[in-house]
């Protein structure tokens, strides 16, 4: 319902534009629902970008990060492309 509104107002030639503005329509949407504010869910994003990088090398240009949101719960999806696993000398 508003997101057929909305791809009606943002209707482009390209199916990539209007694919993106649907995605961030999505984004924002969830997070107005949850209650987390944008500096909360930045300083997860940057947080989990730390750790992840101890272990793994990321491919930074195809980083995703999601908020998604039903009548249950709010989940923070994070896609991180893995480029090679980084070797530790020390065991865990």
């Known amino acids: 319902m508003i997101t057929e509104f909305f791809e009606r107002l943002f209707v482009t030639n390209s199916r990539g534009s209007r694919n993106d503005v649907k995605r961030r329509l999505k984004l924002v949407l969830a997070h107005d629902r949850s209650t ?6 930045e300083k997860m994003r940057k947080e989990i970008l730390i750790v992840v990088s101890k ?3 990321l491919d930074t240009e195809s980083l995703e990060f999601s908020i998604r949101t039903d009548s249950r719960m709010t989940a923070l999806i994070a896609n991180l492309p893995i480029r090679r696993i980084l070797q530790s000398d020390d065991p865990l």
Do not use: H, K, P
């Open 36 to 41: 987390l504010n944008a500096s909360t869910l």
């Open 55 to 57: 272990y793994v090398e």
